[in-house]
């Protein structure tokens, strides 16, 4: 199995930016292609952002296209999400997921019911 772990979550004000990232271990970390959702207090999870096996493709929701950005380094197994000019409507937990991929610059925006591993999530506020 691979395991997800995601740091960087804090409390920020509006207009900052956060880094997120995820560590991904197990036997074949590498096979998957990644990516990121959030979930805001009774609402449903969201699909932000996701990256090809290889890092060389990304694909992005139209409500964080433009401040995120994803990208991954693979020699360490990790994948960031970079945030920019954050709202108050960023405010949820975000969760990093990962889906079994063999093509290694194939992706496309994840469904929930097609991820294989996620992360525990971290608690991203952003106060205005």
């Known amino acids: 199995q691979v395991q997800l772990v995601e740091l960087g979550g804090g409390l920020v004000q509006a207009g900052d930016s956060l880094r997120l990232s995820c560590a991904a271990s197990?036997?074949?970390?590498?096979?998957?292609?990644m990516g990121w959702f959030r979930q805001a207090p009774g609402k449903e999870r969201e699909f932000l952002a996701a990256i090809s096996r290889g890092g060389g493709a990304t694909t992005y929701a139209d409500s964080v296209k433009g401040r995120f950005t994803i990208y991954k380094d693979n020699a360490k197994n990790m994948v960031y999400l970079e945030m920019n000019s954050l709202k108050s409507e960023d405010t949820a937990v975000y969760y990093c997921?990962?889906?079994?991929?063999?093509?290694?610059?194939?992706?496309?925006?994840?469904?929930?019911?097609?991820?294989?591993?996620w992360g525990q999530g971290t608690q991203v506020t952003v106060s205005s």
């Open positions: 197990g036997p074949t970390p590498a096979n998957y292609a």
């Open positions: 997921a990962a889906h079994f991929e063999i093509s290694p610059e194939r992706v496309k925006p994840f469904s929930m019911h097609e991820i294989d591993y």
